[in-house]
């Protein structure tokens, strides 16, 4: 069975400050991964997924993750914070039977100024 | 403009109460689907729809009941019998039956039992 498991709930960084926010995957078959942004009281925005092409995915606002099967790993960076940053971040796998996603418990992003 | 909307954006229920959920879309998808997100849970599957007049439960089905009869609209009613209802629901679609590629997701509705 497919799982995610996003470590940390909360994160806070500065302003310019790298955003890094981890994802972990356990999958016994090629996993495709996303990671969606939510803003307070709004649904999801998908940022960027991964479909077994290239291992480093680049998506909107500036983010990018890199896909590393050696660590089951599929972590979101951003090389400089902005304060619209701030929210709250979900990676997920899609499940075997390629009907339906499985979400992690989700990241909060703060920036401070 | 293409978009799902979601209706109403607040709800109050009182114990007891059958309550709908309106999930509609205009962007011509076939699959569409039902999360329920708790604070520091997540999202969780509660029902998902790949074509019209079939649907499946997904994790946490009990309590909860849908519909899809067209093809733009996928209604939840959260039953008496499901125990702890107060959450935020997202509804979402994907274009192509039998795939989640990009799911895009509607703006929520939050249910708050009384």
């Known amino acids: 069975a497919q799982s995610v498991t996003q470590l940390g709930s909360h994160v806070s960084v500065s302003e310019g400050a790298l955003v890094l926010l981890r994802c972990n995957y356990s999958?016994?078959?090629?996993?495709?991964l996303f990671w969606y942004v939510q803003y307070p009281n709004q649904g999801l925005q998908l940022l960027l997924k991964?479909?077994?092409?290239?291992?480093l995915v680049k998506g909107i606002n500036g983010f990018e993750a890199e896909f590393k099967k050696s660590e089951t790993s599929f972590h979101l960076t951003k090389p400089s914070a902005h304060m619209r940053d701030a929210a709250e971040y979900f990676c997920a796998i899609l499940n075997q039977a390629g009907t339906a996603l499985i979400f992690g418990k989700g990241t909060t992003l703060s920036v401070s100024s | 403009d293409g978009g799902i909307t979601q209706s109403p954006k607040y709800l109050f229920r009182k114990e007891g109460q059958n309550v709908t959920l309106s999930c509609e879309q205009n962007l011509n998808h076939d699959a569409m689907y039902w999360y329920r997100q708790d604070p520091g849970q997540g999202l969780r599957l509660i029902y998902y729809?790949?074509?019209?007049?079939?649907?499946q439960k997904g994790d946490i089905a009990e309590g909860y009941s849908v519909s899809r009869e067209k093809k733009e609209s996928f209604p939840l009613t959260v039953t008496s019998a499901q125990k702890n209802p107060t959450a935020f629901y997202l509804c979402a679609s994907t274009p192509d039956q039998g795939r989640t590629d990009t799911q895009y997701f509607g703006p929520g509705t939050r249910l708050t039992v009384l």
């Open positions: 729809s790949q074509i019209v007049n079939d649907f």
């Open positions: 991964y479909t077994s092409a290239a291992t």
């Open positions: 999958s016994s078959v090629p996993p495709y």
